[in-house]
Every structure is written in C-alpha cells, then in structure tokens.
C-alpha cells in the first residue's frame, strides 16, 4: 500500500518562501499523477497544483506564478516551492496520489501546517 509523507511546513512571515516535499513508497510513482491540496479552517478542501507523470503542471489561478510544483522520481518525492506566501495561504497542505491504472486507491498523505502570518 502507497503511503504519502509530507514535510516543510510551518510559520513563516508574509511574503516569505517555502518548500513541502512529499515522499512516497511504492513501484508506481514514476507513472503516477500527483497533486498538492489545502485547507483552510472552515473551507472545503481545494486543488492548488498537479503534475503528472510527464512532468506536465497546472495550478490555481490563486498560486499561478508565485507555486511550482515539481517531483523527482528518483526519490520519489514530489515537491511544492511556495514564494511571495500571503495570509490566505495559511491552511493544511496535503499530498494526493490520484487511482489510476497504475494505482489501485486514491491515496492522501497526512497534512503538514503552514501558517503565514507576520
């Protein structure tokens, strides 16, 4: 079974950087899509960027240009570059490996917190 770990978050002061990275076990990941999610507190889960397994991305008007999303399958990790964090981008950040037909289940890692306050 796939397990999703992420690391990275934390506090840090508006209009500060940060990196999450997610590790992930399994044989499949190199053909796996794999998105970034959030929530804030009160707000229903939301899409913040995806890559797939051609190194292809997409993001939410919301981060677009301030986001990168990237992975190395090599490590198996994808990662999530955060820049110019704003108030609004305080929220739980969790990995997603998405069921394919590599992949058996959807799979989510466990959350890691950023909070951007000053």
């Known amino acids: 079974q796939v397990q999703l770990v992420e690391s990275g978050g934390g506090l840090v002061q508006p209009g500060g950087s940060l990196r999450l990275s997610c590790a992930a076990s399994?044989?499949?990941?190199?053909?796996?899509?794999m998105d970034w999610y959030r929530q804030a507190p009160g707000k229903q889960r939301e899409l913040v960027a995806t890559?797939?397994?051609?190194?292809?991305?997409n993001y939410a008007d919301s981060v677009k240009g301030r986001f990168t999303i990237s992975r190395d399958n090599g490590k198996k990790t994808v990662y999530l570059q955060m820049n110019s964090l704003k108030p609004e981008d305080t929220a739980a950040y969790y990995c997603?490996?998405?069921?394919?037909?590599?992949?058996?289940?959807?799979?989510w890692g466990q959350g890691t917190q950023v909070t951007v306050s000053s």
């Open positions: 890559i797939d397994s051609s190194g292809n991305t």
């Open positions: 997603h490996q998405p069921q394919s037909v590599f992949v058996s289940h959807d799979t």
């Open positions: 399994g044989s499949m990941f190199r053909f796996s899509a």
